[in-house]
């Protein structure tokens, strides 16, 4: 017995961020759950492997900086500058991840791949065999580059109903197909017209897309660009939940460091 009880999740409501998984051999079903993607701009710092909000042209110290040193190298292209950390665009929405999968006894998720499930749960050992699929019905948040947002920017204006009028993207599924890995990776996706059947999520069920990330004050991106680690800019803030987000973002940071490396030597 403890001397303190104390909840794994200290007393409070924390729901981890959940993000769509692209890998490679995966295809994976989703719905789109809302009318517009919500598009934001972020720095990724090399040295620190992290991915930060933009605070926009005058405000933010990263774009301030790079201003600093185009001026500073005229005769250069900005590719060649040293030290200039690129504003990238991206792009959230919300989806429901409704990819087959199988749940182990223990409920971990386990996923096909090449179409296989496998015999048993990679993590746990537990056997797979009797188990039927289900779909995964997740509701997830979808963060990526333009070159596949704007993928469903075509399949928008291609798939019509009778009319000839665009359909609505949250109207049928969409498959995501990722093929080769890291810089080599490319990613289709495929509609599904008529996989049009009607689903509800609760809205509460959906993230608030716009607290997504990690928001910097200046000053906090100037300690960053300093050398400070953001655990330790975390911590100075004296504030556990932001703490939390951390320990999520650098979970995805491995997709990160995947995105920005293809979106600064494009193909
Ligand atoms: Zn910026």
Redesign the pocket.
Known sequence: MSFADIPEDGGKEFKPNQFVKIEAGIPLRLRILDKKALHT?K?FLPSQRVSVL????DV????IN?QKLIRANPDVGPRQIKGLIF?QNRYLVNVLNRTLVKRSPSGNVVLSKGGQFPSHDPNTGELLVDIQEEPLDRVEIMERGPTLFSQLNAIMSQVTDEAGNPRPLTAYDIVIMATGHGRKMTTNVIPYPNNDDEITVPEEDKYVLETIGIRLSPDEITKLLGGVSLRDIFEQRRDAEEADILVEEEAIVGDAVKESIETLFPN
């Open positions: 701009e720095h933009c605070l926009g042209d933010c110290p990263i774009c790079n504003r």
